[in-house]
Every structure is written in structure tokens, then in C-alpha cells.
């Protein structure tokens, strides 16, 4: 099993949901807490994926890295520590992959 969340992000500054889901689901144990990574999707409908990335790492904060399997896509990743609740074995180490997709209106 592999764990995705995803966010509707209307414009590409509109990145609290998303930030919210990573802080207070994934890094908590609440969402995913038998796997080490995870992924985050946004569906972008204005504005520049990179400027969500730039956001995330503001925001978050953490550093984003590109994937190496994927030049083309806006798709990358980040590693945190996540809070383990006492007398859980659940994975500390987390991989967040974070993938934007645009939205055309048409």
C-alpha cells in the first residue's frame, strides 16, 4: 500500500490545506503510520507549480528535492521525522513525494 492525500489548490499561493494535511495527517502517524513514504497530490488550477514548491518549503519548512526518475513532471519529494505516539513502532522516517498536477479549463 502506498498513501496518497490530495488537495484542490485553486491558485498556486492557496497551499495551506495541503501543508495542514502533510503537518497534522502524515507527520503525526494519523495518516500512513505503517509506511515510510507517502504522497501528497495537488490539482493546480492557476498558477506555477514551482511556485507551490517554493511555498511548501517556506511553509512547511523542509527542502524539496527532485526525483531523479521523473525530469518532466512537477514531482518532488521530502524527507521528515515524524512524531511517533508513545508505545507505537511506527516508522520515524518519512518520504513525502509531492506531485502537482495543472488543471485546464476548458
Known sequence: MWPLE??????D???????????????????APFSSEGAMI??????????VFR?????????LFHH???PGRDHKYSEHIRYVPAGKSHPPHFRCHH????????
Open 6 to 11: 490530495a488537495k484542490v489548490l485553486r491558485t
Open 13 to 31: 499561493g492557496a497551499v495551506a490545506p495541503y501543508i495542514n494535511d502533510l503537518k497534522n495527517e502524515f507527520l503525526t502517524c494519523r495518516y
Open 42 to 51: 495537488g490539482y493546480l488550477f492557476s498558477g506555477d507549480p514551482h511556485n
Open 55 to 63: 511555498h511548501l518549503e517556506a511553509k512547511v519548512p523542509c527542502q
Open 68 to 70: 531523479p526518475a521523473f
Open 99 to 106: 506531485l502537482i498536477l495543472r488543471m485546464r479549463r476548458e
